[in-house]
């Protein structure tokens, strides 16, 4: 099953408070948006493999409801996202993610 498929088959978030509170105290995103860019098309969904040593992961790149743009890394357990990181898309991953 390939990473998209796995997701397709998530039934909801599972947040971790420290995670949330990074997320926004180092990049200003908000738990809102990073569950917004997984409802929003076009959506890039690819394997982790850099990260994946403890459990796999996978990583985002899409758009929240007022089109920012995100890179959000996010592991699935029991059918759940749970969101590691996220930020802002880099030049390069904006570049990619403009193509589709």
Not at 33 to 44: G, I, K
Not at 72 to 78: G, L
Request: glycine share 2%.
């Amino acid at each position: 099953m390939d990473a998209m498929e796995k997701l397709l088959n998530c039934t909801g978030f599972d947040w971790d408070q420290d995670n949330i509170e990074k997320n926004w105290l180092k990049h200003k995103v908000s738990l809102f948006e990073c569950e917004q860019v997984f409802f929003n098309q076009p959506l890039v969904v690819q394997d982790d493999l850099k990260h994946s040593q403890k459990e796999t992961r996978y990583y985002v790149l899409g758009q929240t409801d007022s089109n920012r743009l995100l890179f959000i890394v996010f592991a699935i357990r029991k059918n759940l996202i749970r969101v590691i990181s996220a930020r802002d898309m880099s030049k390069k991953e904006r570049q990619v993610y403009r193509t589709l």
